[in-house]
């Protein structure tokens, strides 16, 4: 029998309340492993992509409270969320006011995820798939990106990516939880939040994430 990726979602996870975000819910994973062993044997693979779309990360949650708090920054304006994940990000931007919103990730469960997460929270995001990395997109005024510098060489290929958008005209705001390969040069910092985290995907309890506008 087929399952489909909105009953697989539904099965893994469990609609609820951030507490660091309670305007907002997702449907998240309780523990990492079960879920991403039942990737595995979804999509028939030894080694499936980590499933990212069943968790809150703390650069997702510090870059969407940040949003929250100062709705200036999107407010009728149209947004991209890049490398989305569950949405979070793109569902705050939502909330605070943007004229319209898209999230884009190359996981087709990230896509669902988010579809499911958006329609959980009343707001309307419109999926994409994977982003061609070697032109900035069109049609967009803000882009907003959560956690992708924790790997050298797709963190360095992705900041190359995003000063390109940043040249291009678009505002790119980019959060950090203290990942090892944040450039030292060409961001200039906004903000820096104390986010909560799960022990079992962090090294701690809680985070300090900086949001940082890619220059």
């Avoid at 920054?73 to 890049?82: I, N």
């Avoid at 958006?118 to 419109?126: D, G, K």
């Amino acid at each position: 029998m087929t399952v489909s990726l909105e009953a697989f979602i539904t099965a893994q996870t469990k609609l609820q309340v951030l507490p660091f975000l309670p305007e907002l819910q997702l449907h998240l994973a309780a523990q990492a492993d079960p879920v991403w062993r039942a990737v595995a044997e979804l999509q028939q693979e030894e080694d499936p992509p980590f499933p990212f779309w069943a968790f809150a990360w703390a650069g997702g949650m510090g870059l969407s409270r940040y949003i929250l708090d100062h709705p200036e920054m999107v407010r009728g304006k149209r947004v991209l969320d890049f490398a989305a994940g569950s949405g979070l990000g793109a569902i705050a931007a939502m909330k605070a006011g943007a004229k319209k919103v898209s999230a884009a990730d190359c996981d087709p469960l990230a896509v669902c995820a988010t579809q499911m997460n958006a329609q959980a929270n009343n707001v309307n995001v419109t999926c994409l798939g994977a982003m061609n990395l070697e032109k900035p997109p069109k049609g967009f005024d803000v882009m907003i990106v959560g956690d992708v510098c924790y790997e050298q060489p797709m963190g360095f290929r992705i900041m190359r990516w995003l000063r390109l958008c940043a040249e291009s005209g678009l505002a790119v705001l980019m959060a950090d939880p203290g990942r090892a390969y944040v450039p030292e040069e060409g961001l200039e910092r906004l903000a820096s939040l104390i986010v909560p985290t799960l022990r079992e995907l962090e090294d701690k309890e809680e985070r300090e994430v900086t949001i940082w506008r890619v220059v």
